[in-house]
């Protein structure tokens, strides 16, 4: 529908459109549909308890503060919480250089509000968070695919991305290949951009989530003026505080700061020091382990579903962290295809091409094992295996 | 500072600014200062004990709900609930019209995103609310100031203004002059605006602060297709929680939801269940009056106190309602030279010309009310005419 005069949009405005993910999801938000499409965290998972207990305290003993306006940089406390948090991943920053975020979502506007011209370049990973690409589109780049393989962005392909404003990566567990960089590949790869002198832009929402080992030191360890890091609370607390923070280099935090005002003024202080009151005495070090249990044992039921059902030809790795399967079909299945039959018989994924700035691999889609109960996903899987036999 | 290289900013970051307000709330928080500078509601009329225990609810009864990812629309009973409340406001428009925004601030932010191409004109008031400049600054338009009396922006002078994306107007108590537009100034500058095709973006934040009665209805109500409406909890509720709300004609909805897409994903729907578990049974009803009477004698407070002190040569009109006084000194008078030695003395306020996207009065100032209690009114008033009096 296009708008009546008198209005008329900006040209950007042709660059958003609805997110196919959503789309998928109201249809699969139908009773008796296992959907293995979500990328929502398991609700079982949310710290409720601690979150009332918090609220309780939060609003008995500052609540003019926190209901009160306050600065767009952050909760204080919060911002010191985070730097000595990423001190101990190995990432040596000044709380002054943390903004605190509605959600990390904001940040990936912020940072291509602050740096992305229209027609300017900005170089993704292949396939890459489909969030990201809505986030930036509105600022009018041209992507850039890198290629990649199982271990992310190759490095002698980065020359393709010389020009670029910056390499968007999600080295940990990657939304939705769920890949994990190895220490060698973030070592090559942050050498190449720092030798074409090519920021990175990191983001981290699921780098606690590992089953086997913590994944290696951030990006931004490696290289500390050249790149953004983004982190988020929603995967260890709860997405619907909306709760994220960007820390970049202290010449990028002043715009950084100044676009987050313009955005909208500040993230809820109510939530930053719930959050804050929640996390403060080394909660997470307990509840995050419970997570990643969790987490490990659905992963592993897929897997065996995987492993029982699915028709040769297809291939997966299986992720040793965050929220995700990636699938490839048999060359010349096409994905977006398939969904209607697999929705008609109970379940539904996201075909992977809603993943790919260009170039979408067809035959590829995503599987979210942490939202549904193992018995289920054995189900799940059982129905996409049916319908992918029955169609070839 | 520059960001040292591989960083480059975008053009528009050259366009953000740091809030001359926050810079002078800063200076100003030193204790013993008397500032009647800030735009804060008082928080003594925070609903602290309604919000305790509607979180405890939220938080026991739709935990998982409220703590999971939501829709980008906003939480469906509060939508219904903006849509009623307006309608009794004599708009008339339907929930689907209603999106939830993480305060009106990012009202003006998608708003800007999706209507503002860069070089594109835009139409403001004279003065005009400064965060709205911040929010669409951005997005590079040219600003046109509209010449004002005291009733508003002058219909006859709107033929400037045609071709512009959209004019923005605060009929209700003014940010930062206090006018309230009357209801016929009203109804020809909406017949003027139709007939030159120019579309409205109408912020209505302080609407409900009405003293004596309340204001006209809104200019939304008489050109449904060419106005888009933002309201706010944040001076009826409390401003921490970050929630406002956008109401567009139907053809703009779905390219404003897929800016707030990109831009957050969502308002944290913990605030929007909470928020409406406070409001549901017609708490405001009740909670809304208290805050008018304070206001109210907050109000003439300061005007009894301004009578008393202010030098011959100094204008102002008595606000009906809001926050704000504005204050026009004698010709000649630069009220920015004035700011420090009137911090000196021991008082604040915003100097007007912060207010204006171009030709700024030199000598305007803005006094908030609300913020600081009635004999400190006094004290900071009396050393405002202290300070004129010096310099003069």
Redesign the interface.
């Known amino acids: 529908?296009?708008?009546?005069?008198?209005?008329?949009?900006?040209?950007?405005?042709a660059r958003?459109?609805?997110?196919i993910i959503?789309e998928i999801l109201k249809v699969t938000e139908r009773p008796g549909i296992i959907s293995l499409a979500g990328?929502?965290?398991s609700?079982?998972t949310?710290p409720?308890a601690a979150?009332?207990e918090a609220?309780?305290r939060v609003?008995?003993d500052s609540?003019?503060?926190?209901?009160?306006?306050?600065a767009?940089e952050g909760y204080g406390p919060l911002r010191e919480w985070v730097a000595d948090e990423l001190g101990g991943h190995g990432l040596q920053v000044d709380a002054s250089q943390v903004l605190i975020?509605?959600?990390s979502?904001?940040g990936l506007?912020l940072v291509g509000?602050?740096?992305?011209?229209?027609g300017?370049r900005v170089a993704v990973e292949s396939p890459t968070y489909l969030?990201a690409l809505?986030?930036f589109?509105?600022?009018e780049p041209e992507f850039l695919s890198v290629p990649c393989d199982d271990d992310g962005p190759l490095p002698d392909a980065l020359e393709l991305a010389a020009g670029c404003?910056f390499l968007y990566a999600l080295p940990n567990f990657q939304n939705p290949s769920g890949r994990c960089m190895s220490a060698s590949r973030r070592t090559e790869l942050v050498a190449k951009a720092q030798a074409i002198?090519?920021?990175l832009l990191e983001d981290n929402p699921y780098g606690d989530l590992w089953f086997d080992a913590p994944p290696p030191p951030p990006l931004a360890s490696r290289w500390h003026?050249?790149v953004v890091y983004l982190g988020s609370f929603?995967k260890v607390l709860?997405?619907?505080?909306?709760l994220g923070y960007v820390v970049a280099?202290?010449?990028?935090c002043?715009?950084l700061?100044?676009?987050k005002?313009?955005?909208?003024?500040?993230?809820?202080?109510?939530?930053q020091r719930v959050v804050h009151e929640v996390i403060r005495n080394g909660f997470l070090r307990d509840h995050v382990p419970t997570i990643r249990a969790r987490y490990q044992a659905q992963r592993d039921a897929m897997r065996a579903a995987l492993e029982r059902h699915m028709p040769a030809g297809c291939h997966w790795t299986v992720p040793r962290g965050g929220m995700f399967f990636w699938v490839e079909l048999p060359e010349g299945t096409d994905a977006l295809a398939l969904l209607p039959h697999a929705v008609e018989r109970g379940m539904a994924f996201v075909p992977g091409s809603a993943f790919y700035a260009d170039h979408p691999k067809l035959n590829t889609l995503r599987l979210s094992f942490v939202t549904v109960a193992p018995d289920l996903i054995e189900h799940g899987i059982a129905l996409l295996a049916q319908t992918l036999k029955e169609r070839q």
Not at 1 to 13: D, G, L, S, V
Not at 16 to 19: E, L, R
Not at 113 to 118: F, H, M, Y
Not at 238 to 242: F, H, K, S, V
């Open positions: 529908m296009k708008p009546t005069p008198p209005w008329q949009m900006a040209r950007r405005a958003m459109n609805p997110s959503r990328g929502l965290p609700p079982d949310f409720v979150m009332r609220s309780e609003l008995r609540p003019k503060e926190a209901l009160q306006y306050a767009s975020t509605t959600g979502q904001q506007d509000k602050v740096l992305i011209d229209a300017s969030g809505q986030a589109a509105p600022y404003r002198g090519l920021p003026d050249g929603s709860a997405p619907g505080l909306r280099p202290k010449p990028l002043p715009k700061l100044q676009a005002q313009a955005a909208d003024l500040h993230t809820p202080g109510f939530n």
